[in-house]
């Protein structure tokens, strides 16, 4: 039996090299300054993993920037616009390699970066490699052998990690016409078999393959590609011995494809996919290994062993132990880095830390798992067995975790509590009375630049240099500001700004119960980005109001409607790190239910506008399309319960940022909103198509404008936009708003922006 690693987080424990990155990007340190620092941690966490005792240790995890950006670099696959940055002398492949993923504006050059999107279904984003017809690649960049030497040197024989051939066309994007990105298989498979040999003459032992497309919905044609590809690799290398990593799901109708392709291991995920395991161990061939993800790389949860165990053993019992190997589900990649540096008991009490592992307890795990399967464990290893047990058996039943109220009000919720009084014809009209709102009404999605200002009152009132007192006072005061400007320029339905937010997860988690927060928790988002979940440990219930205070103020200071604003229940989920002791659907519920109390109180405090948000609806799409139909159901749902206590009169607003919604549009009206915001102008309105084929019959404020850019729109241009809306869209469904929140810009190109957005509603209404 043997334990290896997928991958290990390469941030730092302490985001070293987020912060040698961006010091590199701004000009403050050398490149020199930047690889040592990445050096430094290749290299701590190889040796903590030495520690540990894991046999198979993987390099070439590290990145700069991006995992498949460096596959992009390495097979050579730069797109034309960057010539001009390749063959200048003074820069070098790490400058190269930044400007693809950042894109690249000096010395008179001025070019994009490369697309960015979502890691599977993941809250990492990968730079997505772009094609061209018939393109030749060649093995541009050596990272992977350097790394494999460093760690040679370093007394470890390496397991190199590379996205397989597949994946990494899959990953990728056509951007002419004409061709289907597999035909490059062909082409790309030469670098590959360069890499492989290089790796062989320096005595690689082990070289793993990630390939979790294998866990996707694959057509024939990929299927076909993964005989042709891994057949070809192994006539080329008899000897050498190859894993191919599968995870995020289970293997289903690719199981016989996957257990056929003529390599060493496979890896699965038992995480997502626990039933795998006796259907793989009915068909593996004699000559296959099987590495058994048992330990959650997605989640902050302690293994249970003994579940864990019964996996090992039953694996154990069928192919033998030297057919076994023992690993995390995924690269730890998504796990935070260290709980021994948490250490601040108010927010993670040691009741709630006990049921925690990060990235090196998980490597730990990993190793006694090893032990105590193989039998022969030492006494050490067993009271460490003896310490999980206890640890799972108390979050069986703690009363930190489970609230019989919560579950209690889950039980008796009904389908009437997910709908409104009437239905959405009657409602308009309702609110319309109440409202008042003219044709193309004009609104914001909610937040308002979050100055550098704003963000040193949070942190000094957080260091307790500012009272609660001082704090209000500047936050209402800033409040008040934005409301009275936007009654100045005209704005219709006005929000408060939400200054009082550091980000729209954690102030909800702050203040509902069921939620822990981490100090260092960091997990890699994209490039030098973190993000740090709240933990969802417990059932979810709100113990007071949480936005009513700064809603009532707004309003209390302004004839117009003021917008009451929350994070819905799906977004605050799909955020955080979720318990794994429940179904997803039954803590979006209780979430739900929470917001629903929010909501009705904002209600009861004469708010008559509230919005939802919702952007992260989309992104928590199952990966197999089988699957979306059930999350659908529960997501639109949870979002109905958390709108559903109000009266007619009061208008439910939600908002959603990546707008391709052509496959799920039926669910996107079934949640009922009386007006959806989305981000539509990059798209030229395009994404509204979808609205419209489909007959939206509620309201709809498409973006007019990109907020995503410093650049000012001008009015012209959102009156074409408005013309374009208008062509597909009754005008008396449309508003008239930016593409998402303005917290990320700066004060004057907001006021151009939305002077001129309110002049442009205004034009379009006349012209009317
Ligand atoms: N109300 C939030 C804001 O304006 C919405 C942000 C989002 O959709 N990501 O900031
Ligand atoms: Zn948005």
Redesign the pocket.
């Known amino acids: 039996m043997q334990t290896h690693l997928l991958g290990y987080p390469r941030i730092g424990s302490n985001r070293e090299l987020k912060k040698a990155c961006e010091q590199y990007w701004s000009g403050k340190t050398s490149l020199n300054e930047l690889l040592e620092i990445g050096k430094t941690t290749t290299h701590q966490n190889w040796k903590l993993q030495q520690e540990a005792g894991i046999d198979l240790i993987p390099c070439n995890d590290f990145s700069y920037y991006d995992q498949v950006l460096d596959m992009t670099l390495t097979v050579g696959a730069i797109p034309k616009r960057y010539q001009e940055i390749a063959s200048k002398e003074s820069s070098s492949e790490l400058d190269l390699y930044f400007a693809m993923a950042r894109g690249f504006q000096k010395d008179g050059l001025d070019i994009t970066a490369m697309e960015m999107t979502k890691w599977f279904d993941t809250n990492y984003h990968y730079i997505v490699p772009e094609f061209q017809k018939n393109q030749e690649f060649k093995l541009f960049s050596n990272k992977i052998i350097q790394e494999f030497i460093s760690a040679k040197q370093a007394g470890i024989n390496a397991k190199p990690v590379i996205i397989g051939l597949l994946t990494y066309l899959l990953l990728g994007k056509e951007k002419e016409e004409g061709f289907d990105k597999l035909d490059l298989a062909q082409n790309l498979l030469p670098v590959y078999i360069q890499i492989v040999k290089e790796l062989e003459n320096h005595d690689a032992e082990y070289i793993q393959f990630d390939e979790p497309f294998l866990a996707l919905d694959l057509n024939e044609k990929a299927k076909e590609t993964y005989q042709v590809i891994y057949t070809e690799i192994r006539k080329q290398f008899p000897h050498l011995k190859f894993i191919i990593a599968t995870y995020f799901d289970g293997l289903k109708d690719n199981l016989s494809l996957a257990t056929s392709l003529p390599v060493d291991v496979l890896h699965i995920d038992l995480v997502r996919s626990p039933e795998q395991l006796d259907e793989i161990l009915n068909v593996i061939p004699q000559t296959l290994s099987l590495s058994l993800g048992i330990v959650d790389g997605r989640n902050i949860w302690k293994n249970d062993f003994e579940r864990s165990l019964s996996f090992i053993e039953k694996a154990i019992h069928t192919i033998g132990s030297e057919r076994v190997f023992i690993a995390p589900s995924c690269s730890l990649l998504h796990s935070p880095f260290d709980l021994d540096l948490e250490t601040n008991e108010k927010t993670l009490s040691p009741e709630i830390k006990q049921w925690l592992a990060f990235a090196k307890q998980k490597v730990y795990e990993i190793v006694t798992l090893k032990k105590l399967a193989s039998g022969n464990a030492d006494y050490p290893t067993l009271q460490q067995y003896a310490e999980n047990k206890k640890a799972t058996d108390t979050r069986k039943t703690s009363a930190l975790i489970h609230n019989q109220n919560v579950k209690d009000r889950v039980d008796v919720t009904t389908e009437d509590d997910a709908k409104r009084n009437s239905p959405f014809s009657i409602r308009k009209e309702d609110q319309q009375k109440v409202l008042q709102l003219p044709l193309f009404p004009t609104t914001t ?1 909610g937040s308002f630049p979050q100055t550098k200002e704003v963000r040193t009152w949070r942190a000094k009132f957080k260091k307790g240099e500012l009272t609660a007192g001082q704090y209000d006072d500047l936050l209402k005061k800033e409040t008040e500001r934005t409301i009275r400007w936007q009654e100045e320029i005209g704005i219709d339905v006005l929000v408060h700004g939400e200054f009082e937010r550091n980000d729209m997860v954690e102030y909800f988690g702050e203040q509902l119960d069921g939620f822990a927060f981490t100090q260092n928790g960091w997990v890699q988002s994209y490039g030098s980005r973190c993000v740090k979940p709240p933990v969802i440990y417990g059932d979810v219930h709100r113990p007071h109001p949480m936005t009513v205070y700064w809603s009532q103020y707004a309003q209390s200071l302004t004839q117009k409607w003021v917008k009451g604003m929350l994070t819905g229940p799906v977004t605050i989920l799909q955020w955080s790190f979720v318990r794994d002791d429940q179904p997803r659907s039954l803590t979006c519920k209780q979430i739900a239910l929470a917001i629903r109390d929010e909501v009705n109180d904002l209600e009861k405090a004469g708010i008559r506008i509230i919005q939802i ?1 919702e ?1 992260a609806i989309r992104e928590g799409l199952p990966l197999r399309r089988s699957e979306w139909q059930q999350y659908l159901e529960w997501a639109v749902e949870a979002f109905r319960i958390s709108a559903s206590g109000v009266e007619d009169t009061t208008q439910i607003h939600t ?3 990546y707008s391709e919604f052509n496959d799920i549009i039926h669910n996107i009206a079934d949640m009922d909103a009386d007006v959806i915001t989305i ?1 539509c102008s990059r798209s030229q309105m395009e994404l509204l198509q979808a609205f419209a084929d489909f007959k939206y019959p509620n309201e709809i404020g498409p973006g007019v404008y990109d907020i995503h850019s410093p650049r000012v729109p001008s009015k012209e241009e959102m009156i074409h936009l408005l013309q374009k809306a208008q062509a597909v869209i009754p005008a008396q469904q449309l508003w008239v708003n930016p ?3 303005l917290k990320t810009r700066h004060w004057d190109e907001t006021e151009k922006a939305l002077i001129a957005m309110v002049e442009a509603s205004r034009e379009a209404a006349a012209a009317y």
Request: hydrophobic letters at 20%; a negative charge; aromatic letters at 0%.
């Open positions: 999605i948000d952007p908002h959603m940022c981000e593409d998402c929140g």
